[in-house]
T-cell receptor, first 112, second 111 residues
Framework: DPKIIQKPKYLVAVTGSEKILICEQYLGHNAMYWYRQSAKKPLEFMFSYSYQKLMDNQTASSRFQPQSSKKNHLDLQITALKPDDSATYFC???????????FGKGTRLTVV | GEQVEQLPSILRVQEGSSASINCSYEDSASNYFPWYKQEPGENPKLIIDIRSNMERKQIQELIVLLDKKAKRFSLHITDTQPGDSAMYFCAASGNNNAPRFGAGTKLSVKP
């Protein structure tokens, strides 16, 4: 029974379109993250949020926008999609800093 | 942000032998060093971690060593089994910094 739910599991998008990746965690954690994994850059850190506030950001492009409507939600909006955005996007969470990070199952995005 | 280097990228060992993966980090403020195992098609899962107040930690066949002065840490898997074959990632994090991961090591254990 996954405690970090990511939707959808697979996603195919057309170049130039916009998609939202959904993430909800039921671990009671106050920190949530997005990581991206591709053949070029395994487990690349993107964003971290704590109590719904942006704490750390290593994504250069403004096309990637995290959205936190609730404490246990951290969605990822991606605009103007490019084939290079094709990757598996992992949502993760932890109880505070310097503690175990739990990963969701991931959303595998393919941009054609 | 923190930068983590991980070597080797590919590691092939014989069943029953030991496997070692080495990582280094840049930020002296990093204080938490987890190791994750990722099977094909799965998400990464924590297998062992070590904090900066320790130099060595062992859980069954897994041993992690931390050298804070050299900013290096390593994972040693003793008596490897085919089930240990997977991708392994080291990471480093500190206060106010999310974990940054190394590039990964693909471990293959041959029977």
């Amino acid at each position: 029974d996954p405690k970090i739910i990511q939707k959808p599991k697979y996603l195919v998008a057309v170049t130039g379109s916009e998609k939202i990746l959904i993430c909800e965690q039921y671990l009671g954690h106050n920190a949530m993250y997005w990581y991206r994994q591709s053949a070029k850059k395994p487990l690349e850190f993107m964003f971290s949020y704590s109590y719904q506030k942006l704490m750390d950001n290593q994504t250069a492009s403004s096309r990637f926008q995290p959205q936190s409507s609730k404490k246990n939600h951290l969605d990822l909006q991606i605009t103007a999609l490019k084939p290079d955005d094709s990757a598996t996007y992992f949502c993760a969470s932890s109880q505070g800093e310097s503690t175990e990070v739990f990963f969701g199952k991931g959303t595998r995005l393919t941009v054609v | 942000g923190e930068q983590v280097e991980q070597l080797p990228s590919i590691l092939r060992v014989q069943e029953g032998s030991s496997a070692s993966i080495n990582c280094s980090y840049e930020d002296s403020a990093s204080n938490y060093f987890p190791w994750y195992k990722q099977e094909p098609g799965e998400n990464p899962k924590l297998i062992i971690d070590i904090r900066s107040n320790m130099e060595r930690k062992q859980i069954q066949e897994l041993i992690v060593l931390l050298d804070k002065k050299a900013k290096r840490f390593s994972l040693h898997i003793t008596d490897t089994q085919p089930g240990d074959s997977a991708m392994y990632f080291c990471a480093a994090s500190g206060n106010n910094n999310a974990p940054r991961f190394g590039a990964g090591t693909k471990l293959s254990v041959k029977p």
